[in-house]
C-alpha cells in the first residue's frame, strides 16, 4: 500500500503535501485549491477551500491504481470531521487506533481525534471514490459561534465546543435525501468567481445544518424517524409500483409502508419530498388517473371501473372524480365522447 503523508494545516497546505507526495503541482483560484492526480497513479482531482469562521470543504474524487493510504498527522488540534460517501467506498481509522470504521455509498461519518492523534482514510485500487468532508477549526468556529452554540440544543453541542480535543467522538449514519440533493448541487453548478465563492460556502452551510438535523433524527431511535435517507429513496419507488400494480386490493398505506421497510413518518415525508402529496392522496390520484383512462378508452360500467381502480363507495368516486376533473364521472364520459363525434364529423 501506497503512503501519503499530510503535515499540515489548513486546507490549502493540506493540497500542497498531498501533490508533494504525489510529485506534482497544485493549482490554486481564488482561494480554491487543486491537485490532478498523475496518470501514474491514477486519475481525478482533490481539491479543497476555507471559508471564513473556521469552516471547510474537502473534495476526494479520484481512482488509485494501488491501495492508497493518507495519514494526516500534524501537532495541532486536528478539524472536527464531517465524511460522506457518495461512490465507491472508504476506510478511516485515527492514527493511534487501528480500529477501521468502514464508510459505504451513502453513508457519512463524523469523526474528532483526541489531543494531537490524527486521521488516516484508505482508499482502494481500482475503485472509484467520490467523497466529500466538510472540515471544521473548532476553535475559530466557536469564536464565530459562541452565542448560538451557548443556546444550541443540539445532540453534537458537546462535540463542537471541544476545540481542545479532550474527547475522541466517531458516529456512523447514512446520510439523507436533502444532503443528496446538495452534493447534486455542487457536481452541477456552473458558478465562477465571486457566485461561486458565495455559493460553495453558503452550500457548505447547508450541508452542515442537514447534518445537525441528520443526527438529532438519528438520536430519535429508529421507529421515530422522520427524515428519509438517500438510501432509502428506493423504497418510495418501490412503494409506487406496488400501488400502481394492486390499486383495487390495497387494504391500507401502513401495510405498504412495511412490506418496502418504512416507519410511517418517513414513508408519508418520502411521498412529500417527490410528489408534494400525502402518500393517500397520491394512491388518489393515481386511481383517478387510471378511472379517466377506463373511462375515455373503455365500455366498463362505472361500476365496474369503480371497483378495477379500487373504491367501495360509489358517491365517494364520484365526487373525488369532479373534484379533480371539476365533472361526474358519467357526465366526463359523455362529454368527451360528444367531442369525439363531433371531431370525426368533421374530418
Known sequence: MKTLQVHSLPLKEVIA???????????????????????????????????????GLLVYDCLFHEDLEISFTVSQTHPLKFLFCLNGNLLHHFEQDEEKHALQQHQNIIVASKGYNGHVLQFQKQQKTEVYSL????????????C????AHTNLKSIFEDELARTSFYYNGMYSLRLGEIFE?????????LIKKVFLESISYRMLVQQLIQYDDDYQGTDQRNILRQSEAHA?????????MELDSIESLNSIAQRVGLNTKKFQNG??????????????FLRLSLAKDLLLNTEESIQEIKEKVGFNSQSYFSELFKKMYHDTPSNFRKAHRKSKTELKKLL
Open 17 to 55: 503535501d498531498i501533490a508533494k507526495g504525489l510529485s506534482t503541482q497544485y493549482t490554486q483560484d481564488c482561494g480554491e485549491y487543486y491537485v490532478q492526480i498523475p496518470d501514474s497513479w491514477g486519475q481525478g482531482q482533490i481539491k479543497g477551500i476555507n471559508f471564513e469562521g473556521g469552516l
Open 135 to 146: 472540515e471544521i477549526d473548532r476553535l475559530r468556529f466557536k469564536q464565530r459561534m459562541s
Open 148 to 151: 448560538e452554540l451557548a443556546k
Open 185 to 193: 448541487e455542487i457536481k452541477t453548478h456552473e458558478y465562477t468567481d
Open 236 to 244: 418510495i419507488r418501490e412503494a409506487v409500483e406496488i400501488m400502481k
Open 271 to 284: 411521498f412529500r419530498h417527490f410528489f408534494g402529496k400525502s402518500a393517500n392522496e397520491y394512491l388518489q
